[in-house]
Nanobody, 116 residues
Framework: QVQVVESGGGLVQPGGSLRLSCALS????????MAWYRQAPGKQRDLIAIIRRGGTTDYADSVKGRFIISRDNGKNMVYLQMNSLKPEDTAVYYC??????????WGQGTEVTVSS
């Protein structure tokens, strides 16, 4: 059974940094494209960063230049380094694992609050 588990959320002041982690178990991690989504209160869930099996990355314009997604295939982990955080980054952050052919999994989410 595939499981996706996020960690690392919390309260941080504007301008601060936070690193989210996501662990995948139960399957071959390197077979998955891994992504981070976020959902602010009352808004839809949006894709903010993706790192594909081959290592290529893409970012939403709202986080480009501030957030960095990375993966460690040896540890079955994906990370989201978030810098220069703004109040509008406040949201629940979700990790997504997708290997195609209907094999897609979500974590339970981790809450990030940016506030002074």
């Amino acid at each position: 059974q595939v499981q996706v588990v996020e960690s690392g959320g919390g309260l941080v002041q504007p301008g601060g940094s936070l690193r989210l982690s996501c662990a995948l178990s139960g399957d071959i991690f390197s077979a998955y494209d891994m992504a981070w989504y976020r959902q602010a209160p009352g808004k839809q869930r949006d894709l903010i960063a993706i790192i594909r099996r081959g290592g290529t990355t893409d970012y939403a314009d709202s986080v480009k230049g501030r957030f960095i997604i990375s993966r460690d295939n040896g540890k079955n982990m994906v990370y989201l380094q978030m810098n220069s955080l703004k109040p509008e980054d406040t949201a629940v952050y979700y990790c997504n694992a997708d290997r195609g052919s209907y094999f897609e999994y979500w974590g339970q989410g981790t809450e990030v609050t940016v506030s002074s």
